[in-house]
């Protein structure tokens, strides 16, 4: 059974770099799609980007400048990386599989930033 | 970017009842279209991919249709469990995107 479990901060201060990983069990990381996917309080989802099975990475180009995704040298990992925060990237932050269609979620990550 | 329009953006229905909820793109997205159910405090789970593939698990009473820029997800026979908030998303461009979600109540 596969399973996806977000770690990292739960709060971050405005300008600096909110970094999370999410660590995957029950397939290779190297088979798939991994998707960061976020939910402001009481707000839609917004998809922030992937990175495929080679490493390759594609992102939203609203946060293309702040964002990297990549895929973690021990092969069980996925990681976030979001530079220069402010209080509009305070989310729920999900890691999930798949594409199209993302079939398995993590649990999600609570993030706020705020000093 | 493709924007995803969803209606209605809430419904009240009775258990065993049928809806349908209706997700419009502002351009052709082929059927690169998913369906989410997300319950309070929980991540979203696949329903349906493709416009009309059921994902692995899902109940048969889901079924999803369209193809283009107009889209439905029809629930049959509603069960109290069916009560969440539903989103439409494309996966055809990248941005991926949302539509705003349906909040069903059962």
């Known amino acids: 059974q596969v399973h996806l479990q977000e770690s990292g901060p739960g709060l971050v201060k405005p300008s600096q770099t909110l970094s999370l990983t999410c660590t995957v069990s029950g397939t290779s990381i190297t088979a798939h799609y991994w998707s960061w996917i976020r939910q402001p309080p009481g707000k839609g989802l917004e998809w922030i980007g992937y990175v495929d099975y080679g490493g390759t990475a594609n992102y939203n180009p609203s946060l293309k400048s702040r964002v990297t995704i990549s895929l973690a040298p021990s092969k069980t990992q996925f990681s976030l990386n979001l530079t220069s925060v402010t209080a509009a990237d305070t989310a729920m932050y999900y890691c999930?599989?798949?594409?199209?269609?993302?079939?398995?979620w993590g649990q999600g990550a609570t993030v706020t930033v705020s000093s | 970017d493709t924007q995803m329009t969803q209606s209605p953006s809430s419904l009240s229905a009775s258990v065993g009842d049928s809806v349908t909820i209706t997700c419009r793109a502002s351009q052709s997205i082929g059927r690169f279209l998913n369906w989410y159910q997300q319950k309070p405090g929980k991540a979203p789970k696949l329903l349906i991919y493709?416009?009309?593939s059921v994902q692995g698990g899902i109940p048969s009473r889901f079924t999803g249709s369209g193809s283009g820029t107009d889209f439905t997800l029809t629930i049959s026979g509603l069960q109290p469990g069916d009560s969440a908030t539903y989103h439409c998303q494309q996966s055809y461009s990248i941005p991926y995107t949302f539509g705003q979600g349906t909040k069903l109540e059962i």
């Open positions: 493709a416009a009309s």
């Open positions: 999930a599989k798949g594409d199209p269609g993302m079939d398995v």
